[in-house]
């Protein structure tokens, strides 16, 4: 199960709260992803960042935000915007060589009451 | 943008038997197509992918196969046993060159293997 990471693996916040959920990878791949799983809804792309210091709104971008100083990390804060944002939220990275897989961390599991 | 859809949501199959799920997508320039399998409460892990210069491949029990025209793919899991039971995905995305493209999933298909 090494390679990318997430955490914390559970969360609970209160409405209204900011809250940042970590990804950190050690693959050394240049791409990271942040997707939102709803039950019955696949998977959707929040943001995602190519490279170091660039990333781009994926499908549902808004009362999300990312940074990416790091090739090895790329933290995902969802702030008091996002309207409905209980979820189960994953990483992935992907960028070896030859290869256009995604590796998936275990996600962290948000919810807000 | 690119769509995918997939069937069926769910299926279930007698252990032995075949699975059959399908995804079409919409964007014609579409180049590669992973499925993903995904346990309850775990990630998702590739099984299998293709790539549009190759209408099928295969990998032990399972298969996948691309048909550009029509613009659908299929996961093929033959001789299914308990273990295959999780939740599938199939995905799309385009790639330049070295560039890492983003996926577009389906909804899923949630397979149950009765033994």
């Known amino acids: 199960d090494g390679g990318i990471t997430q955490s914390p693996k559970y969360l609970f916040r209160k409405e209204g709260q900011n809250v940042t959920l970590s990804c950190e990878q050690n693959?050394?791949?240049?791409?990271m992803y942040w997707y939102r799983q709803d039950p019955g809804q696949g998977l959707r792309l929040i943001y995602y960042?190519?490279?170091?210091?660039?990333?781009q709104k994926g499908d549902i971008a808004e009362g999300y935000s990312v940074s990416r100083e790091k090739k090895e990390s790329f933290p995902l804060t969802v702030t008091s915007a996002q309207k409905n944002p209980t979820a189960f939220y994953l990483c992935?990275?992907?960028?070896?060589?030859?290869?256009?897989?995604?590796?998936f961390g275990p996600g962290t599991r948000l919810t807000v009451t | 943008g690119e769509n995918v859809e997939q069937h069926p949501s769910t299926l279930s199959v007698q252990e032995g038997d075949s699975a059959v799920i399908k995804c079409t997508y919409s964007?014609?320039?579409?180049?590669?197509f992973p499925w993903y399998k995904q346990e309850l409460g775990k990630r998702p892990q590739l099984i299998i992918d293709?790539?549009?210069?190759?209408g099928e491949k295969k990998d032990q029990r399972i298969a996948v196969t691309l048909n550009k025209t029509a613009k659908h793919f299929s996961l093929h899991i033959t001789e299914t046993q308990p273990e295959d039971s999780a939740v599938y995905f199939c995905?799309?995305?385009?790639?330049?060159?070295?560039?890492?493209?983003?996926?577009?999933f389906g909804k899923g298909t949630k397979l149950s293997v009765k033994p």
């Open positions: 992935a990275s992907s960028g070896a060589s030859g290869s256009y897989e995604q590796y």
């Open positions: 693959l050394n791949h240049d791409a």
């Open positions: 960042s190519q490279i170091v210091n660039d990333f």
């Open positions: 964007d014609s320039a579409s180049n590669y």
């Open positions: 293709i790539r549009s210069n190759v």
């Open positions: 995905a799309a995305s385009i790639h330049y060159g070295g560039s890492q493209g983003n996926l577009i």
